[in-house]
């Protein structure tokens, strides 16, 4: 059955007394290498919505941050507000969820923020813009950003915040544990606004926000604005995401803010909808009233869709925060034993925070304690089953013990649960290369150029692939690209010297990889003619009868590939692979008692246990053995409940038998444990449907 799942404590200077009728000067923007204020280096510079955003090192400490103003020119008027605001920011604290301020001050006049640096990596972007419209986002994703988007706004409005005014995809970062993080708390007030914005009545410097996701009463009466516009900004930038589009999409502005004061959003299939359609309410009275109202709401939605809402923080002050930044501050210095030491202690403390699990797995992989690794890993995706981050590093782990299938599992999770993780489909190279599975390798390093094709790694790795399989111009043509964009790429250049020489030598391209690029071709009958040819020089050779028995099905000649397997398992008897493919043809062969003999070894290698008896229970159950084969799985899964393969096959199983309640409740057990652990996508799809069918059939049954 296919059933494959980061403050220095300086006050604001006070602003002189408010002349807004007077403009500041524009000043030239700093670049990078200047020093602002004699105190900080910049290392570079982006022009944000609100102004400069500079990325800065500060003369007593290696770890950057961020520097922000505001666009010029500016009233004092707004320059007082500004201040005013990021001090609010400041006093927001530390929180998990949220961009941490350090300081709001005046150097040479001009007002700033610092705040923390978040970063984004060549395998994922750091904020939900890259995301809009990304086909492929699990709801359980959208349910636990829309949860840490709860948390922080309850924390920033427990301290005080009226509103934060421009919640947008920009706004809403990733931090490089997968954390959403909001920013830019009360930033928008000081942003200059468009000249007309088509609605009477407000003074223009009143008006703030990013038009798009502007509430109706952002427009008619913002001296009125509170928590309730953000809750639906969040329900614009639900809609984007899910859709890949915005709810009003009118080009002209005054057409835009009608459309977004009178006209309802189009409504969309998709179970984020009903949370989005009481954000985007037009009446402020309509929408959630609250943040606690809004967190019912979310968790309501996941309890309906059978997944696990993260829950809130517990127990952590800012000094808990300050001490899982202390811990990232060490391991960015490459200082690991003292950050593995902090970490630890966080960990200690709090043992159900994802993040100190998560970052003790890098630190440990980064000491070369893969066992170590594999354990914190395993306690990261516990809590937090469909964070990408932990499950790739998790996959690294095992792969470096050798554990190449339950690496390739893992990895290829973390790339389900997060669509743009490059990073999950390129480390499943090593495995898959380990394994021979050359084609698989390049399958997923495709993808892989798709979702970075500016990242050399994927193009090396990819070229390499081909340059296995003797796929010559394929691999140089990849080579050619990694090479430009990184020139300094040492291994792109070996493999390209390596690429020079096989040309010169065309013709000590083994047999092997003669074969490979034929299946590749789909050449079948070719390579059939090369496999016999080599059977007859190395009769002894496992693999090769394998690769016969593969090709022999492709050719649909079942019996021939049931003889050719069968010689690849009785020269090789631990080559699971080779068994479990043997036993399914026997069972389409109607030789299900010598399938189950062949069964044996896979129930008592513990790696392949599970897959084993769920095998061996499908065919008992075929045999007319339904009770043996659900004795059987029940002790599976008393000693493992998470073990969802066996609550899948305990379904058919009892369904078979005529126990529909049975098949039922093993069905919802099959859901449970898919999302406890962070099943695939296609899996929790599958075992739901299942539980779709059943009821049904048990509804007519009994009505």
Known sequence: MPFDWRKKTVQAQSAPPARDAIARASIEQFARGDWIGGEFRVLDVFSGGMGAVYVVQHRSEPIPFVLKTIKKPYSERQRTQFLQEAEAWVALGRHRNIVHARFATAIDGEPYV????????????????????????????????????????????????????????????????????????????????????????????????????????????????????????????????ATGRLPFRALAEPELIREIVSVPPSPIDHPIWEICSICLAKRVGDRFQSYDEFMIAVRRLANGLRIPCPEQPRNQDDQAELLYAKG??????????????????????????????????????????????VEACRNSIRIAPFKSIARNNLGIALSRLGRNEEAIEQLNLAASHDPLNSGALLNQAGPL??????????????????????????????????????????????????????????????????????????????????????????????????????????????????????????????????????????????????????????VAAGRLDEALLDLRPLQADPKHKVKGECLAAQIKCALGRGEEARASLTELITKNAECDLAWFVLSEVLESIGNLEGALAAARGCVKALLRTGGLGDNIRMARARVDNLEKRLSRKQG
């Open 114 to 241: 610092a705040a923390d640096f978040v970063p984004t990596t060549p395998d994922r972007p750091n904020s939900l813009v890259a995301y809009v419209g990304c086909p492929g986002i699990p709801a359980a994703v959208l349910i636990q950003w829309c949860a840490e988007f709860g948390y922080a706004m309850q924390h920033a409005k427990s301290r005080g915040m009226v509103a934060h005014r421009d919640i947008k995809p920009a706004n809403l970062m990733l931090g490089p544990r997968g954390e959403l993080l909001v920013t830019d708390f009360g930033i928008a007030r000081m942003l200059p606004m468009p000249s007309s914005r088509g609605v009477s009545g407000p003074q223009e410097a009143d008006i703030a926000g990013t038009l798009p996701y502007m509430a109706p009463e952002q427009f008619l009466a913002p001296e009125s604005v509170d928590h309730r516009a953000d809750i639906y900004a969040f329900g614009v930038t639900l809609y984007q995401i």
């Open 328 to 373: 990232m501050t060490y391991a960015a210095l490459g200082q690991t034993q003292l950050a593995m030491g902090i970490v630890q202690e966080f960990v200690r403390r709090f043992p159900n925070d994802d993040r100190g699990w998560t970052e003790l797995g890098r630190i440990l992989l980064m000491e070369g304690d893969a066992n170590g690794a």
């Open 433 to 586: 290369f380990d394994l021979g599975l050359y084609d698989r390798a390049i399958e997923v390093l495709r993808r892989a150029t798709k979702i970075a094709p500016s990242k050399s790694a994927v193009w090396v790795n990819l070229g390499s692939a081909y340059l296995q399989i003797g796929a010559l111009d394929d691999a140089e043509s990849c080579l050619q690209r990694a090479m430009k964009l990184a020139p300094g790429s040492e291994h792109a250049r070996s493999l390209m010297a390596d690429l020079k020489h096989q040309r010169s030598r065309p013709r000590e391209v083994d047999a092997a990889q003669r074969i490979e690029q034929l299946i590749r071709r789909g050449e079948l009958d070719e390579a059939e003619h090369e496999l016999a040819k080599q059977c007859q020089i190395r009769p002894d050779h496992a693999n090769t009868w394998y690769n016969r028995g593969v090709v022999a099905l492709g050719r649909n000649r079942p019996e021939l590939a049931l003889q050719y397997l069968e010689t690849a398992v009785a020269l090789s008897p631990q080559d699971a692979e080779a068994r479990q493919r043997l036993v399914k043809l026997k």
